[in-house]
């Protein structure tokens, strides 16, 4: 999946696609922002009015 809208997409549709990423390729939440030059801050607002918030210790962002 491609990251380069990831502004325009659904909140849900980028919690997947965002979470599928930290799974198979970046170890952080850090390294998947330089990876595909991402807002952490806007991704981080987006998945938080659907709900969800990042688990540093999951690597993953899990129901609020």
């Known amino acids: 999946m491609d990251l380069s809208n990831a502004s325009q997409l659904d909140g849900h549709i980028l919690l ?7 799974r198979l390729e970046c170890s952080n ?5 330089s990876t595909y030059e991402l807002d952490i801050k806007n991704v981080r607002d987006k998945l938080s ?5 990042y ?9 609020q």
Request: aromatic residues 8%.
């Open 16 to 22: 997947g696609i965002v979470n599928e990423k930290l």
């Open 29 to 33: 939440l850090e390294d998947l922002a």
């Open 49 to 53: 009015v659907v709900g969800f918030k």
């Open 55 to 63: 688990d540093p210790l999951t690597n993953q962002f899990k129901s």
